[in-house]
């Protein structure tokens, strides 16, 4: 019988191992054409880099879970979605949470087949995340799968994302007063309390949010907000967000924050390799050196910052 659903798990282990999330939206660009040719192929090159990222994060300690982000794996084709079926066993088995970043959302039917896709299957995954902007039923069929006898599995919701855009319509005001990324975030607290009864001792909610760590305004007041809501925190690295907008974030019921490209292209800007960049001449195990020593390096700036708070 389950006891503890994926967030809850996922909240654990970060309190453990560091709030580090791995981004391993992993395009065949982001690797030096030495290592492709080395393994044959750019499929099976992404491959061999994530098990190799994930194999270090792992040993290192340096982070909780990493995040697949499907749209690379899509643009691949076949051999890509089997490359991303692959990096997700390759997670779960390292003894890591897998956050299958889908970002879906659709009518009820529709959903529910999303949903069957993501939590069983060949891309079973531990927690997804979903877009709630068609409205809040079309959630429901995700959240099934948080209880404990379909797998207690997670869902992150979008609720303040990182990109410039999300003004126009996550800070958009009600007729009612607030703003409708403050509606969304009340939905995800009553499905927190709604699944209490499966759950009687979680320290957070079977779905979290998606808060980003570029908008400093909002961090104070979210974290408030939503005391009990685990945070899944994009933006940090490579977007710009700073680490104490980050380490706000991680108040309360906490979060994991994502770095994507700042370790996998770590590479490109490690001093130690300028030679063998110059050359041509970098290897696989060059560059997961680089992207395991970044990941260690963002797991001690993110705690730095939250010990500063």
């Known amino acids: 019988m389950i006891t503890k659903h994926k967030m809850q798990e996922l909240q654990e282990l970060a309190a453990e191992r560091g709030p580090l999330c791995v981004g391993l939206d992993t395009d065949p660009s982001y690797l030096p054409d030495s290592v492709i040719k080395a393994v044959g192929s750019a499929e099976e090159a992404v491959l061999a880099y994530n098990k190799e990222i994930i194999r270090r994060i792992a040993a290192d300690k340096s982070a909780c879970c990493c995040k697949v982000q499907i749209a690379y794996y899509e643009a691949m084709g076949l051999k890509g979605m089997k490359v991303y079926a692959e990096t997700l066993k390759a997670v779960k088995e390292a003894g890591l949470i897998a956050i299958s970043d889908i970002k879906r959302g659709d009518i009820a039917a529709t959903a529910g087949a999303y949903a069957k896709a993501h939590f069983t299957g060949d891309f079973e995954t531990d927690i997804i995340t979903i877009n709630p902007y068609m409205g809040f039923d079309t959630l429901k069929p995700f959240t099934e799968y948080c209880a404990p006898g379909k797998g207690g599995k997670g869902a992150f919701v979008l609720l303040c994302t990182s990109n410039p855009g999300m003004a126009d319509i996550e800070h958009q005001e009600l007729k009612n007063g607030g703003l409708l990324l403050e509606r969304v975030g009340n939905e995800i607290a009553r499905v927190g309390e709604e699944y209490k009864s499966f759950y ?109 708070l």
């Open 200 to 308: 009687a001792d979680q320290t957070c909610g079977v779905i979290g949010a998606v808060v980003g760590a570029t908008q400093e305004a909002d961090a104070r007041r979210l974290r408030d907000m939503y005391a009990d809501t685990f945070f899944l925190i994009p933006g940090y690295g490579a977007q710009g967000g700073a680490a104490r907008i980050a380490a706000t974030l991680l108040d309360k019921a906490g979060g994991t924050v994502n770095s994507s490209r700042g370790i996998l292209c770590a590479w490109k800007k490690d001093e130690d390799l300028s030679e063998l960049r110059e050359a041509g001449t970098l290897s696989l195990a060059h560059i997961a050196d680089a992207a395991a020593k970044n990941a260690l390096f963002s797991k001690d700036d993110l705690l730095k910052a939250k010990a500063a």
